[in-house]
């Protein structure tokens, strides 16, 4: 059955410090993946998602991720943590055959300290 | 421009209650969902819609139903509360896609506690 694991239930990171969220899933053929925010008391927003068209990803307020078909993986970067981005992050993929039904990762708790 | 709305966002049910939560989007999309999020379990998909009049199950759908009798409204039930289904329940729509790229765009949730 296809999964996401995410790697770490809690990161913490110093403001200005590289942020660094993994995320692997499992999938005979290239997915569609999705990485999702949700600030707290809040519903979940797009940060990226990858449909092939490129491995490395932008997404807004300067998340990137890359494709990596070789090693299943699909981490989220941001070269400079900000307070702002303390939140839960969530990596997803469309279940194959299905009409965009999404498969979540368990979340990945950001913390940021000053 | 709303996007999708919940209602309520706030509700604490007896066991054996019945109630109805409410998804309204208004961005003409034809996919709607109902998703739960328990802590460490991230979201779960509960039942979903491909277009006006459709529903079909999800991952976890026992203890629910839903309907969707308009293209806007996707309504889920619970006919007899228990307390695990104490969680904090999504509403999203996505647009036509058979890609399955297409983003789905979240309500702002409903917490539900079952006491």
């Known amino acids: 059955a296809q999964s996401v694991t995410q790697l770490g239930s809690h990161v913490s990171v110093s403001e200005g410090a590289l942020v660094l969220l993994r995320c692997n899933y499992s999938s005979s053929v290239p997915p569609y993946l999705f990485w999702y925010v949700q600030y707290p008391n809040q519903g979940l927003q797009l940060l990226l998602k990858y449909t092939s068209a490129a491995t490395l990803v932008k997404g807004i307020n300067g998340f990137e991720a890359e494709f990596k078909k070789s090693e299943t993986s699909f981490h989220l970067t941001k070269p400079s943590a900000h307070m702002s981005d303390a939140a839960e992050y969530f990596c997803a993929v469309v279940r194959r055959g299905s009409q965009g039904n999404l498969i979540f990762g368990k979340g990945t708790k950001l913390s940021v300290k000053p | 421009n709303a996007g999708v709305t919940q209602t309520p966002k706030f509700r604490v049910l007896k066991t054996g209650q019945s109630m109805t939560l409410l998804c309204a989007q208004d961005?003409?999309?034809?996919?709607m969902y109902w998703y739960r999020q328990d802590p460490g379990m991230g979201l779960r998909l509960i039942h979903y819609?491909?277009?006006?009049?459709?529903?079909a199950k999800g991952e976890v759908p026992d203890g629910y139903n839903v309907s969707r009798l308009k293209k806007q409204n996707f309504l889920l039930g619970l006919e007899s509360a228990a307390p695990s289904q104490t969680s904090v329940y999504f509403c999203a729509s996505s647009y036509l896609n058979t890609g399955g790229n297409t983003e789905a765009f979240f309500g702002q949730g409903t917490r539900l506690t079952v006491v």
């Open positions: 961005m003409n999309h034809e996919y």
């Open positions: 819609s491909v277009g006006e009049g459709t529903t």
